[in-house]
Structure formats: C-alpha cells, structure tokens
C-alpha cells in the first residue's frame, strides 16, 4: 500500500510541479485565451447562475492557468496545495486526504453565502490593526478589490503590504518574505 502512494506521489509531483521549461509543459501551453474568454462570457458574470459549482470552478480553472492563482504557473495552485500538504510534518495521512474534502465541502457550504457577503457595507471599521498581505497578481481574490476595500476601512492603524512576485498564494509564492515580515514587522505591533 505504502509503494503505491509513493507512486502516486511521485507521478504527480512529476505532473504538476516539471519547471515551465520541460517540453510537456512548454507544448501544452496555457491554452487558448480566445476560448477562455469565449467560455467565460457564455457563462457570463458572476455571482453564477444554475449550476454555478462548476461555473466557478471553470473560471478558476482559467484564473489558475493564465497565472492569477500563482503567478507565472501555467497549472494554478493545485500542485503547490498538493506538495505542501503532502510533505508537511504537521499533518497525518488522513489530515492529508481531510485537507482537499475540506476545500471541496465548503465551497458547496460556504460559497452561496459568501456570494451575498458586502464587506464595504458589513463591516466598514475594525476596532484592532489591520494588515493585508497581496499578491500582485491576485485574480482570485482580484487585487483591485482588495486595495479599494483597504483604502476604504477605518482601523487603528492599517498597512496594505504587497508581495511584487506572488498572486494568490502569497504564503508559499513568497514564503521567506511572508514569514519575515510576520515575525519581524506584525508580530512586534501585536504582541505586548
């Protein structure tokens, strides 16, 4: 049993996490952007009409490909997710397994509730410093939005910090970077 996991394992790094230059990755491509766009807007915006599960995870599929999940990928963050679940100590075999059940169940539970959530309007002041850690090049969670919502909230004191190489995964894209500036810069102005 232990061999085919590790099998499994390896046969997937290989898949998702060959350096951009190896052919496989280089022939495949990002795909064609025209039929992204031209399924995108057969979908039409979002919030997601019908089944729109699948409508999300399409559009994230693309955002993933063309590099807004994790800037410069061309496969999106499953492989990162993938390695750093798969070779943390933190976690046990089934932790491991409970880690992408838990992705998967709450976007079905979650997501239709988030869909009518109105940060700007909800909640418009913190009583406690903010900080907010963006990726450039954030698609998922659009960095636009992100620096407009910043700019909008009354807190204490707040800092909006970017990490210049890094879209939505800011924590693994640019992890010595993030950890520095948590311990060295966020940490200090929150623990007495």
Do not use: C
């Not at 169940?105 to 509730?113: F, G, I």
């Not at 903010?130 to 807190?155: K, L, T």
């Not at 995964?169 to 311990?183: G, P, T």
């Amino acid at each position: 049993m232990l061999i085919i996991v590790a099998l499994v394992v390896v046969i997937l790094i290989l898949r998702f996490l060959l350096p951009a230059g190896t052919p496989r990755i280089r022939m495949r491509g990002r795909g064609d952007p025209a039929k992204a766009i031209a399924k995108l807007e057969e979908m039409g915006p979002p919030p997601y009409r019908g089944d729109w599960q699948a409508k999300t995870i399409t559009e994230r599929k693309y955002v993933g490909r063309f590099g807004g999940e994790v800037h410069g990928s061309r496969i999106g963050a499953f492989g990162l997710v993938f390695w750093n679940v798969a070779f943390s100590r933190e976690y046990g075999f089934m932790d491991r397994i409970n880690v992408f059940r838990g992705i998967f169940d709450s976007m079905k539970l979650l997501w239709p509730q988030l869909l009518t959530v109105d940060l700007f309007r909800s909640v418009p002041e913190f009583k406690i410093p903010v900080y907010m850690m963006e990726g450039r090049f954030d698609h998922e969670v659009p960095s636009e939005i992100a620096e407009r919502y910043f700019a909008a909230i009354q807190a204490p004191s707040k800092e909006l910090i970017w990490f210049e190489k890094s879209a939505h995964m800011v924590n693994s894209e640019e992890k010595e970077e993030f950890n520095r500036i948590l311990a060295d810069r966020i940490r200090p102005s929150i623990v007495k």
